[in-house]
């Protein structure tokens, strides 16, 4: 079996400029990158997108770069509230959905491997039922502008928002009739915070419907992303899962509050990762 593709989040280098930080992730010897669609790299709605999302997939391919877009800017829509609006919000969801169907088209015009996004925190006094209106309704939009490009979106629960563990991701899915545009992000270190399974049965539970990971460590209970050793995963197991159901996407590394010491940490995280990637290989034989 071929190794796993690791990749580094552009929102670990929110102190570079785009082409620096790409340069650093590739020279390090990683194979892809996952791209927030943000204002200190490839701002969705600045002038000329399609003129500078064409120089980025001419550089990627230069640098042998696989990517996946991220749709996790913190300001991008609000300066004053972080995320919003979002999927569920109780207004301006219209501006989500745009911004969500920018990275499709982003996605598109890359041959990124997927986008991913999530759901948002529903407001106070919001029932259940109300959300799920909300999400299944901007979902559904989101898909439809997919499936007009051929693009594969990827779902992440996100702990403290309405949809915050695989099985709201089941949920969603059966609620949209299963579609097959719908797929699923995880976060490694999401299943440590939240998920009652292991990481590694988290993996194999989604099986197939995976086109999107994540990488971090965590802690159980607490929604902080650290670098591996400092939290409770599993690596060489999560790993292990990831080959045995044969994911071929990119494993990339989500470290977004590590910007000031980026490609130190980063340098830190590949070798972390290859050396649990050895572990499950010395396992498999």
Not at 42 to 50: M, S
Not at 98 to 103: E, F, T
Not at 203 to 227: K, S, Y
Request: glycine content about 10%; aromatic content about 4%.
């Amino acid at each position: 079996m071929t190794g796993l593709r690791f990749g580094y989040g552009t929102n670990g280098f929110a102190n570079h400029r785009l082409d620096e930080a790409l340069a650093v992730i590739a020279g390090l010897g990683y194979d892809g990158v996952a791209l927030t669609l943000d204002h200190p790299h490839l701002d969705p709605f600045a002038p000329d997108l399609a003129a500078r999302t064409a120089a980025l997939a001419r550089r990627l391919d230069q640098l042998g770069l696989g990517v996946v877009v991220e749709t996790g800017a913190r300001y991008v829509l609000d300066p004053r509230h972080k995320h919003e609006p979002t999927l569920v919000s109780a207004e301006g969801r219209d501006r989500r959905v745009d911004y969500l169907g920018r990275a499709v088209r982003v996605a598109a015009d890359l041959g990124a491997d997927a986008v991913s996004f999530w759901s948002g925190t529903l407001p106070a006094g919001t029932t259940p039922e109300e959300g799920w209106r909300r999400l299944t309704t901007g979902t559904a939009e989101v898909l439809a502008t997919a499936e007009r490009h051929g693009v594969v979106c990827a779902f992440e629960p996100e702990p403290g928002m309405f949809v915050d563990t695989l099985g709201g991701v089941a949920e969603l899915r059966r609620r949209l009739g299963d579609p097959a545009a719908l797929r699923v992000t995880i976060d490694l270190g999401h299943t440590v915070c939240n998920e009652d399974a292991s990481t590694a049965d988290c993996v194999r539970g989604v099986g197939p419907l995976l086109a999107n990971v994540q990488a971090d460590d965590m802690r159980r209970g607490t929604h902080e992303h650290l670098e591996f050793g400092d939290g409770e995963i599993d690596l060489p197991a999560a790993l292990g899962a990831l080959r045995e159901i044969g994911y071929r996407g990119l494993v990339a590394v989500e470290l977004p509050r590590h910007a000031h010491a980026a490609p130190t940490v980063a340098a830190r995280a590949l070798d972390a990762l290859r050396k649990a990637e050895a572990e499950t290989e010395a396992v498999a034989r």
